[in-house]
């Protein structure tokens, strides 16, 4: 059942596979993702719930209007990568929503 066609839409153009977020807050789950838990968006269903697999290794569906969320601009995602992973960026490769690109 698609609940809004437009919305859905919107959602998927706003939110492609692979942008950053970062959870602010969720509070209507028993088991919430903790606040500042940074995610990857996996993909946006028909009842316009962002798939989301988090760092911490957790996935779960964020709800829009219901869990309070923002998108991590790209240049604060490459940021975290080098944190999390520094030996591969001073290697020169990235991997950034699970696909290996050259550092230019």
């Given at each position: 059942m698609?609940?809004?066609e ?7 153009q706003?939110?492609?596979e692979g942008?950053?977020?970062c959870l ?7 088991r919430?993702?903790p606040p500042?838990?940074?995610?990857i ?7 316009v719930t962002?798939?989301c697999?988090?760092d911490?290794g957790r996935t779960?569906g ?5 869990d309070?969320?923002h998108?991590?601009?790209?240049e604060?995602?490459l940021?975290?990568t080098?944190?999390q992973?520094?030996?591969?960026y001073?290697?020169?490769?990235l991997?950034?929503?699970g ?5 230019v």
């Open positions: 698609i609940y809004n437009k919305k859905v839409e919107m959602l998927r706003r939110y492609p942008t950053r977020i602010d807050s969720m509070d209507n789950d028993p919430p993702i500042g838990t940074k995610g968006v996996q993909f946006v269903d028909d009842a962002l798939h697999k988090f911490n779960l964020v709800i829009p209007d219901v309070k969320f998108k991590i601009a790209q604060q995602a940021n975290d080098q944190r992973n520094p030996q591969a001073a290697c020169g490769v991997e950034i929503a696909i290996y690109k050259r550092a």
